[in-house]
């Protein structure tokens, strides 16, 4: 949502048991946990106003992005059936579904078993029940399978919105950002996998340099990797210092941008995140029923170049009938209203008759 208005409003909002109000110092909490206020939308509606016309997420909560260029794409129709491949706080699905009555259904994909029953029980109380909306946890690499375990041959719609939500990232406990201490984690199925913690101390310079530059184009691979490479470490605040502490010449904001991209170059390789997207990708025209739409929305130059190459490669095998010729990015309204819109790049493609 990029109007200002709460993500959900008051009345939609499912109820939430009553708890004792955090302590914290000052007059305004500071921290993730403490933000009681960003984590009850329905009874703190003004304090979630607030923090929106300031351009910021509320806590616990994400912001939906290119909303009307992805309905625009997609044309959600009544009975129509879709997928989406990334549920997250459920932005999206809540203004397809709608659109998919009377007589659709949406499959809501999702790898993170902390927001995914949260996210289902938001949804069931807007009214939305089983027989329209399935939850599914589950990789999208394997959406083939969730679409044959749903009793569907196939689905006419498929959104794939990339990257982290913004309640993994604002929650220090999930080890994603770069601002909060929390444990050096990043994992997005926190029970798969190992940590970026273990993965930064196993690996060798020359193989983190490398990653480093193909997840995350960092200019300065080759110096920071034999830095950080085989260190434990068990923080974020003590990789984030790290990194400044590797560059001591660099401004503040070149310091910042570059701990963006080791985190985000961590991130992907922890959670495999390019293996997924190429084998959605692949999987994606047996999964569309003929005249089907699927839109993507990536966040980094790595993921757009696979989504624009399977696309180009599809609409010249004849599996896609057309393709976005040129990608599509939020309005300057959207990119001031959320910030974490800017970087967003809309593809979208029409499966063959
Ligand atoms: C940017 S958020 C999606 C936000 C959502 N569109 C909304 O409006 O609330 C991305 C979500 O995709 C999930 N995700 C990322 N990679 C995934 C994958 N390979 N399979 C399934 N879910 C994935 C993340 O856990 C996260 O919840």
């Known amino acids: 949502m990029t109007d200002g208005s709460a993500p959900f409003s008051s009345h939609e909002q499912p109820a939430t048991p009553h708890r004792r109000r955090p302590r914290y110092a000052g007059r305004n909490p500071r921290r993730f946990e403490d933000k009681y206020k960003e984590h009850d939308p329905v009874r703190h509606a003004a304090t979630i106003a607030k923090v929106l016309a300031s351009g910021k997420t509320p806590a616990g909560t994400h912001r939906p992005i290119m909303v009307a260029e992805i309905l625009e794409a997609l044309a959600p129709r009544p009975g129509e059936r879709a997928a989406d491949c990334t549920l997250g706080y459920g932005g999206h699905a809540r203004e397809i579904l709608p659109r998919l009555q009377p007589g659709g259904r949406l499959l809501g994909l999702d790898v993170d078993p902390i927001e995914l029953p949260k996210t289902e029980a938001r949804l069931r109380a807007l009214g939305f029940s089983p027989d329209v909306f399935t939850a599914c946890r589950s990789n999208f690499a394997g959406l083939p399978k969730v679409i044959a375990s749903a009793g569907l041959s196939g689905v006419d719609i498929v959104l794939a919105d990339l990257g982290v939500s913004s309640m993994q990232i604002d929650d220090p406990a999930r080890g994603f950002s770069v601002k909060h ?3 050096l984690d990043m994992r ?3 029970q798969r996998g190992q940590p970026a913690s273990a993965l930064l101390e196993r690996i060798g310079a020359a193989d983190l340099a490398r990653l480093l530059l193909d997840n995350a184009d960092e200019p300065r691979a080759v110096t920071l990797a ?3 490479a085989g260190r434990a470490f068990r923080t974020t605040a003590e990789l984030a210092q790290a990194v400044r502490s590797a560059l001591p010449w660099l401004g503040d904001d070149e310091a ?3 701990v963006r991209r080791v985190f985000q170059a961590l991130r992907i390789a922890v959670n495999d995140e390019f293996s997924a997207l190429d084998a959605f990708l692949r999987g994606l025209p ?3 029923n003929p005249g089907g739409r699927v839109a993507v929305l990536t966040f980094h130059s790595g993921e757009d ?5 399977a ?3 599809g609409l010249r095998e004849g599996v896609y ?3 976005a010729g040129d990608v599509v990015r939020p309005s300057p309204e959207e990119r001031i209203a959320n910030p974490r819109s800017a970087p967003a790049k809309l593809r979208w493609a029409r499966r063959a008759d």
């Open 286 to 288: 047996s999964c569309l």
């Open 321 to 323: 009938a057309a393709i």
């Open 256 to 258: 910042d941008l570059t």
């Open 305 to 309: 170049r696979r989504v624009k190459k």
């Open 311 to 313: 696309f180009a490669g």
């Open 226 to 228: 034999p830095l950080l």
């Open 188 to 190: 997005m199925n926190p």
């Open 181 to 183: 201490c929390g444990p």
